[in-house]
């Protein structure tokens, strides 16, 4: 079952590239994105005004991936909250407001309490979800499904590039039903994405290399890691998977924060992981990131980097070095992300644990 792997989890990782390119497939016809369930009108999306991404754990952290492109493409502003505190909150909502549900279960207790706190305000629900026919879609305006296939490790990897990818698709239907995207550029952005399976599978060319430094950092007592702008929930993203599949204090931070607290955490062989930002992207991001990346590794960091293949900037302050293709800026976590999944599954195994379960943890969190 495991296709040969020594558990699901790595074979998940590996069918990222499918998972990606069947949660696209028929997203895109006849010039138009195109929704799985729409029971609102054309009309309801275009007055949209403003969206939340509610959502738990890894699928929170896909919507704070797609804020940034969503903003950038409709320009509305996005929200991204924990459905456990939106749901407890009074957030300013009416029928205007486009509520987005994450989820891969589509069970979630917390998620699917906050589905139903959106609309008893009136708000549309756009539900994002892996599993056909779920609670959350059920009682949802709207539904894009993820196609990641059935994930059975506990730690998500395959449905969460889903969310982002699924994400992104609701960016676009809510550009292209604005206006402010015209229908070539809607097209181009499509395409883009539709690239993005080919570029995973490239990294998928690093898993030996990060398996061997997995191994390597398996004594390691806390990891940090760095990233901004769509790197930072990447960050987040790198330090939920330690912590949930090797036990490990693990921490993910804005980098422009180093200064304001966590540079104080540096120490002798504590290893830090930095998600560069490509050179030719974000030029003033990426040269902040490469000081940030000298300071700490000046204060003993072991820094572990990852970065646009040919970045040579970085080179001299990359203790560990993994290379991930070039692809644009909004998606970039689709290939920084795949290196860190491996990273905690690896750690997790050296230290002898269950990386398909994890103690403590549920795949689907139905109670509150
Ligand atoms: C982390 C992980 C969890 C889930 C979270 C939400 O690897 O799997 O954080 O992302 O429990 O679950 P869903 O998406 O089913 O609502």
């Not at 609701?170 to 570029?199: C, I, N, S, W």
């Not at 693990?250 to 998600?275: D, Q, S």
């Not at 991001?285 to 204060?299: C, F, G, M, P, Y």
């Amino acid at each position: 079952e495991k296709g040969g792997h020594e558990y699901f989890m790595l074979k998940e990782i590996e069918e990222q590239p499918e998972a990606l390119a069947n949660t696209l497939r028929g997203h895109f016809t006849e010039g138009r994105i195109v929704l799985d369930e729409q029971r609102m009108s054309d009309q309801d999306l275009r007055d949209v005004d403003k969206v939340f991404v509610v959502a738990c754990g890894s699928a929170y952290h896909s919507g704070l991936v797609a804020k940034y492109a969503i903003e950038h493409w409709t320009r509305l502003p996005v929200e991204v909250e924990l459905a456990s505190e939106f749901r407890y909150r009074d957030p300013v909502l009416d029928r205007d407001t486009l509520v987005v549900a994450v989820s891969q279960s589509g069970e979630t207790a917390d998620t699917l309490e906050a589905v139903r706190h959106a609309r008893e305000q009136k708000a549309r629900v756009l539900a994002v979800c892996n599993t056909n026919g779920a609670q959350i879609p059920r009682e949802s305006d709207a539904v894009l499904y993820t196609h990641a296939g059935p994930e059975i490790g506990v730690a998500s990897t395959k449905a969460f590039l889903a969310q982002i990818a699924a994400n992104y698709l609701v960016g676009l239907a809510l550009a292209q039903a604005r206006g402010t995207k015209y229908p070539d550029e809607v097209a181009r952005e499509f395409h883009e994405l539709e690239a993005m399976p080919q570029a995973v599978q490239q990294v998928l060319g690093t898993i030996d290399q990060v398996r061997d430094l997995g191994r390597r950092l398996s004594d390691s007592r806390a990891v940090l890691f760095l990233g901004r702008h769509v790197g930072f929930p990447v960050a987040l993203e790198g330090a939920l998977k330690l912590k949930e599949l090797a036990y490990m204090h693990a921490e993910g931070f804005a980098a422009g924060e180093l200064k304001h607290g966590p540079i104080a955490l540096i120490e002798e062989g504590l290893p830090v992981v930095v998600i560069m930002p490509s050179p030719k992207g974000r030029a003033v991001l990426h040269s902040k990131l490469v000081s940030n990346i000298s300071e700490i590794q000046a204060r003993g960091a072991r820094t572990i980097v990852i970065a646009e293949e040919g970045d040579e900037t970085v080179r001299p302050f990359a203790d560990e070095l993994i290379e991930v293709p070039a692809v644009p800026t909004l998606l970039q976590p689709l290939v920084s992300t795949v290196p860190l999944q491996v990273l905690a599954a690896e750690i997790a195994r050296s230290r002898g644990y269950d990386v398909d379960k994890p103690r403590n943890l549920a795949k689907s969190v139905t109670v509150e």
